[in-house]
């Protein structure tokens, strides 16, 4: 399962998803620590599928975890040469143009 959490409106949809085992976690390395706060990304708790779904219909999108990341790339919205390891986590960030 996936957390996610849209911000915006109907003209910029911000996807915000991550790993179910990341969420409220913190990651250090390289100089960057990154949050994976409940309040940006603790949104609802989907099905893959769906998370496909919501991935078609937003335009700026922020991932962090292994499965997440996965299901980015297999479906054509993240290239593996974009994908950052901060830590122990996996992140990477898409913009529809």
């Known amino acids: 399962m996936i957390y996610i959490k849209v911000h915006g409106n109907r003209n910029s949809r911000v996807l915000a998803a991550c ?5 409220g976690k913190v990651f250090e390395g390289n ?3 990154l949050t ?5 990304y603790g949104g609802e708790l ?3 599928k769906i998370f496909v779904e919501y991935m078609k219909s937003s335009t700026t999108m922020n991932f962090v975890g292994k499965k997440t990341i996965f299901l980015a ?3 054509g919205y993240v290239s593996k040469d974009c994908v950052v390891k901060i830590g122990n986590a996996e992140h990477a960030q898409a913009v529809k143009l």
């Open 19 to 23: 790993d179910e085992d990341v969420l």
């Open 31 to 33: 100089g960057v620590k």
């Open 36 to 40: 994976v706060s409940k309040n940006f």
């Open 46 to 48: 989907v099905s893959e």
């Open 73 to 75: 790339v297999k479906n």
